[in-house]
């Protein structure tokens, strides 16, 4: 791949830029900045806009109703959204179960699912972790049992992300337990209003309500509404994460996040009384961790480029998943300890007078602190990807 973006894709780059800095909901990025959970309305409207003008399934092909865009160009547009600070697309539709759509479903399903998917009209959930299987996922009890041409579904599904902004969610259910735990799985979609399924709030630990616990109890949702074959569905899930794990990157959003940590330490002055950081010492772990951002976009672009020369992301996404998350947090972590000597300062010494604006970004700053915790839980904890990479990546 060549990494000098030539003058087309530049040209692409202001495209993209200007539709954000003018089409988009404006009151959506200021409730970002201020770092307001978005309503179940606002997420539909954010995402109907880029559903609208065919952005919003930005890495699917034409034929599926996506853009088709090259590799460059849907880096591009990911760098942009981060850019003007939109929220993080809800990957479940576009990122998640929409490929596993129009690779793995039938022509009904596509017909059926994938054009709410792409313009945004109908939020999806993740429905793999149960209370007793996490990191092994392919213990999961809960229970699809075949009834004429119905399943009828029951069980819990737990740290269900956006449950609560979702119309429908795929599951991997248990329809076998005979055979090998993987071989017993299968993938099944159901829609969350209709009786017999519940929701429940889970609070996190930023304080915020993204996360939801689901029960099923005896749900009947028809034999179409499965996924490829009985028993196939643990292949479908892994394919799935696959593409999950290489879409934490989000270069476009850490670097906006470090020239913002760089901001707020320009404006702390420096000598004074009291102090918690020394300042070539901070100096020098921003520029480690701006350089680990570089390397991780290399390695992003290397493992995309790869996918668009018809391959899947394989088990190497399991490095980028380290890579992404433990780079997110060691931002967050500067950003907690930048704003804390401001803090300090505020009350030891003067603060310069031009600062006032900074000060926005501290809530916001530390509640994200709190949940990019999350990232290396997510998507399978890392210490499960430092298991995949030494079995299957290097063959211990
Ligand atoms: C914010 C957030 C959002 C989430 N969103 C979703 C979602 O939308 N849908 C969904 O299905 N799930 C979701 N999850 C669940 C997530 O995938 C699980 O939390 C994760 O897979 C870990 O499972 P667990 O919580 O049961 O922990 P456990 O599996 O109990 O693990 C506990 C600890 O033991 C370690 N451990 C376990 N087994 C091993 C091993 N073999 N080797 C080394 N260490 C091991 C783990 O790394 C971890 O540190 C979300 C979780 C969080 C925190």
Redesign the pocket.
């Known amino acids: 791949m060549n990494l000098d973006f030539d003058p087309a894709l530049e040209q692409f780059r202001e495209d993209v830029r200007s539709w954000f800095a003018h089409e988009y909901p404006k009151d959506i990025l200021e409730k970002v900045a201020r770092g307001e959970s978005l309503t179940t309305p606002d997420v539909r409207r954010a995402e109907m806009a880029l559903g609208a003008k065919g952005w919003l399934a930005s890495a699917w092909p034409k034929e599926h109703g996506g853009p088709g865009w090259s590799i460059e160009e849907q880096y591009i547009f990911d760098e942009e959204l981060e850019r003007a600070g939109a929220p993080t697309v809800t990957p479940?539709g576009v990122v998640y179960v929409g490929p596993v759509v129009y690779t793995f479903g039938s022509e009904e399903q596509k017909a059926r699912w994938l054009p709410g998917i792409a313009d945004g009209s109908v939020g999806w959930?993740?429905?793999?972790?149960?209370?007793?299987?996490?990191?092994?996922?392919a213990s999961l009890q809960f229970s699809a049992v075949q009834d004429g041409d119905e399943y009828v579904l029951n069980g819990t599904?737990?740290?269900?992300?956006?449950?609560n902004h979702a119309d429908w969610i795929f599951l991997?259910t248990r329809t076998s337990q005979e055979a090998k735990k993987q071989l017993g799985i299968t993938f099944i979609c159901a829609e969350l209003d209709q009786p017999g399924v519940t929701v429940k709030p889970i609070i996190?630990i930023d304080g915020k309500y993204?996360?939801s616990q689901v029960d099923f109890v005896d749900v009947r949702v028809p034999v179409s509404n499965r996924i490829g074959e009985e028993g196939k569905g643990w292949t479908y899930s892994q394919y799935l994460l696959g593409n999950e794990r290489t879409s934490y990157a989000r270069i476009g959003g850490k670097r906006a996040q470090l020239a913002n940590i760089r901001a707020i330490a320009s404006h702390i002055p420096t000598g004074g009384n009291a102090r918690l950081i020394d300042e070539r010492a901070f100096a020098a772990r921003l520029s480690a961790v701006e350089m680990k951002v570089d390397a991780l976009e290399i390695t992003v672009l290397r493992v995309l480029s790869a996918v668009s020369d018809g391959g899947a992301p394989g088990k190497e996404a399991s490095i980028l998943k380290i890579m992404a998350t433990e780079t997110a947090q060691e931002i967050t972590e500067l950003f907690w300890v930048a704003a804390a000597e401001h803090g300090l300062r505020k009350f030891a010494d003067s603060v310069s007078p031009d600062w006032t604006g900074h000060n926005a970004f501290a809530a916001p700053g530390i509640a994200t602190y709190f949940?990019t915790?999350?990232?290396s839980?997510?998507?399978?904890?890392?210490?499960?990807q430092?298991?995949i990479i030494a079995k299957h990546v290097l063959g211990l």
Do not use: C, F, V
């Open positions: 479940m959930a993740q429905g793999y972790s149960e209370p007793e299987a996490g990191s092994d996922l599904k737990i740290w269900t992300s956006a449950a991997l996190s993204h996360l949940g915790r999350a990232q839980i997510y998507g399978g904890t890392n210490e499960i430092r298991n």
